[in-house]
């Protein structure tokens, strides 16, 4: 009677205790942040990577100024990364920051707080040595509602008017004798 009760107890309280395991939580959608520093901004829409010509890629994101980044996810047509990637021209209006993570490459676009209109990138894709490069298009519009500059509470000191400048006055020479 004993040995039983004893197991039954045991099976209730791991029962009541599995309950309790730590389960990892769901990605939000977007680019994976395997830097844990990424702040997601409160907008961004992506539009699908489309392919314009053999080589020419575009995308388009609306984003808000809020200090966030926006992203998109690409890979070779094989389902691999890209071996290297760079930006020319780079964003007027913000930041563009591309890396690989689990066999994609992202490429997040920051704009500059409070900033509001649109900014374009083009982001050179390498996908091996010797191959031809790609090339993304990215088209941002960028939206400030809501975003609140912050103003610093104590301003800068002025420095004090210089005095007018008054008119040099001539030594005498001295002679000697």
Same mark, same amino acid.
């Given at each position: 009677?004993?040995?039983?009760?004893?197991?039954?107890?045991?099976?209730?309280?791991?029962?009541? +205790? %599995?309950? #309790?395991?730590?389960?990892?939580?769901?990605?939000?959608? &977007? /680019?994976?942040? /395997?830097?844990?520093?990424?702040?997601?901004?409160?907008? #961004?829409?992506? &539009?699908?990577?489309?392919? %314009?010509?053999?080589?020419?890629?575009?995308?388009?994101?609306?984003?808000?100024?809020?200090? &966030? @980044? #926006?992203?998109?996810?690409?890979?070779?047509?094989?389902?691999?990364?890209? !071996?290297?990637?760079?930006?020319?021209?780079?964003? =007027?209006?913000?930041? %563009?920051?591309?890396?690989?993570? @689990?066999?994609?490459?992202?490429?997040?676009?920051?704009?500059?707080? %409070?900033?509001?209109?649109?900014?374009?990138?083009?982001?050179?894709?390498?996908?091996?040595?010797?191959?031809?490069? =790609?090339? +993304?298009?990215?088209?941002?519009?960028?939206?400030?509602?809501?975003?609140?500059?912050?103003?610093? !509470?104590?301003?800068?000191?002025?420095?004090?008017?210089?005095?007018? !400048?008054?008119? !040099?006055?001539?030594?005498?020479?001295?002679?000697?004798?």
């Amino acid at each position: 009677m004993r040995v039983r009760l004893s197991s039954a107890i045991l099976v209730t309280a791991g029962a009541m +205790l %599995a309950g #309790c395991v730590n389960k990892p939580m769901p990605q939000a959608g &977007g /680019p994976a942040n /395997p830097f844990g520093y990424l702040k997601r901004s409160a907008v #961004c829409q992506v &539009g699908p990577v489309r392919s %314009a010509s053999p080589g020419q890629m575009t995308a388009t994101m609306t984003v808000r100024s809020d200090d &966030g @980044n #926006c992203g998109v996810t690409v890979q070779q047509s094989g389902g691999q990364a890209y !071996a290297s990637f760079g930006v020319s021209p780079a964003p =007027e209006h913000g930041k %563009a920051f591309i890396y690989n993570y @689990n066999n994609h490459t992202y490429v997040t676009y920051t704009p500059n707080t %409070a900033y509001a209109g649109q900014d374009r990138f083009t982001v050179t894709l390498i996908r091996g040595t010797g191959l031809p490069r =790609e090339y +993304l298009g990215v088209t941002a519009t960028v939206d400030a509602t809501g975003v609140v500059v912050p103003v610093p !509470a104590v301003t800068a000191p002025v420095a004090p008017a210089k005095p007018a !400048a008054t008119p !040099a006055r001539r030594r005498k020479a001295a002679t000697r004798h």
